[in-house]
C-alpha cells in the first residue's frame, strides 16, 4: 500500500509543479495534495514549494509554508492528518514560495527556524529579474526567530531531522533538511525535478553552486533515500544524481565557451543544453533563459550575506 501510494505521489508531484513556481496562480483553484512518506511524514504540495510535514505528539513540524495566499488551505491540510498544530517551521530558503506561510504560522504558535542569510534577505527589498518582480521585505511576523549558520539537529515525533547549511546555490541561506530515520531529504530549490533550475543570482545563486549543493546531497543518500525536490516529482538517490550531472555538464559547457571569450547572446546562440532540452527544457524556464541565468552567475561579482 505505501509503495502504491507513493509511486502514485510521484506523477502527481509532477502534474502540479511545472508551471512557474514563482508565478501567482488561480489561487481559489488550487488544491494541496497530501502524499505520505513514512510514518507521520508526508510531503504537501499543489503550490509553490514542496512541503515537508512531521507529525506526531510534539506537535508538527513544517519544511518551507508555501505561497502566503495558501496558507489557510495548507493549514486544513495539515489538519486532516495531524490532530496537533505546526509547532516548528524549517525554511530551505527566503523565497516567497516557500516562506508565505509564514507570518500565519508565527500567529498560530509556531516557531520559524532559517539559516541566518535568509533571515536577511527576507528584511531586505529585492529584485527577482526572471519574473520582473519587486519583493518588499516580509513582515515582522514571518521572520525567522532562530537562525544559524551551522548545522543544527531536531529530535521531534521520534525522528532525527538534521539541517545543513551549505555555500549559495539556488540563492544565499539554502540549507538541506534529512529526516534520518525515515531517510527522507528535502534539498529545497537546489533541485527542480523535471526542468531547469532557477537560480537567483540577484541573492548569489549560481549553477556552480547548485552542483555543489548537490554533491553534498548525494553524500546523505542511499539507494533507499526518498529526495523531495523544491519543485517536481519526489525522486531517488540515482535520479538526483543524473539531474547533477547534467547541470554539471551545462556548467561545463558554459564555463568553455565564457573562456573563450564569447558573449551572452552568443552563447545562447550555441545551444549547451540542446540534447538535455526535451527532457528538461519544457517548462517555465525555456533552455535560452536558463542558459542566459547560467551566464549572469557565472560572471557575476559575488556578494552574497555571509
Not at 289 to 306: E, P
Request: proline share 4%; net charge negative; with cysteine.
Amino acid at each position: 500500500m505505501k509503495t502504491t501510494r507513493w509511486h502514485a505521489g510521484l506523477v502527481l508531484l509532477l502534474s502540479v509543479s511545472l508551471t512557474s513556481p514563482l508565478q501567482a496562480q488561480d489561487w481559489s483553484k488550487v488544491r494541496i495534495h497530501t502524499v505520505p512518506l513514512a510514518e507521520n511524514l508526508y510531503v504537501l504540495a499543489g503550490g509553490g514549494g514542496n512541503i515537508a510535514l512531521l507529525v506526531g505528539e510534539d506537535g508538527a513540524l513544517m519544511v518551507d509554508t508555501g505561497f502566503e495566499q495558501l496558507a489557510e488551505k495548507i493549514t486544513e491540510a495539515v489538519g486532516e492528518v495531524s490532530k496537533n498544530p505546526v509547532r516548528m517551521v524549517i525554511n530551505t530558503h527566503w523565497h516567497f514560495d516557500h516562506v508565505g506561510g509564514n507570518e500565519h504560522l508565527a500567529k498560530t504558535g509556531a516557531v520559524i527556524v532559517a539559516h541566518k542569510s535568509t533571515r536577511k534577505l527576507m528584511t531586505e527589498k529585492r529584485f527577482i529579474a526572471v519574473i520582473d518582480r519587486e519583493m518588499e521585505p516580509s513582515p515582522a511576523a514571518a521572520l525567522p526567530v532562530i537562525t544559524f549558520d551551522s548545522p543544527l539537529t531536531f529530535h521531534w515525533n521520534g525522528e532525527k531531522v538534521d539541517v545543513f547549511p551549505i555555500e549559495p546555490a539556488h540563492s544565499d541561506g539554502d540549507c538541506l533538511v534529512f529526516f534520518r530515520t525515515a531517510n527522507v531529504l528535502h534539498v529545497g530549490d537546489t533541485c527542480f525535478n523535471g526542468m531547469y533550475p532557477f537560480m537567483d543570482v540577484n541573492a548569489a545563486g549560481s549553477l556552480d553552486g547548485m552542483v555543489a549543493a548537490l554533491d553534498r546531497a548525494l553524500t546523505l543518500t542511499d539507494d533507499k533515500t526518498t529526495v523531495i525536490p523544491g519543485h517536481g516529482r519526489l525522486l531517488n538517490s540515482v535520479e538526483l544524481k543524473t539531474y547533477r550531472d547534467m547541470l554539471a555538464t551545462v556548467r561545463d559547457r558554459v564555463r568553455a565557451l565564457i573562456d573563450q571569450g564569447k558573449s551572452r547572446a552568443e552563447i545562447i546562440a550555441e545551444k549547451p543544453t540542446k540534447e538535455f532540452d526535451d527532457r528538461w527544457g519544457q517548462s517555465w524556464l525555456d533552455a535560452d533563459t536558463w542558459v542566459g541565468l547560467v551566464f549572469d552567475g557565472m560572471t557575476a561579482k559575488k556578494s552574497g550575506n555571509r
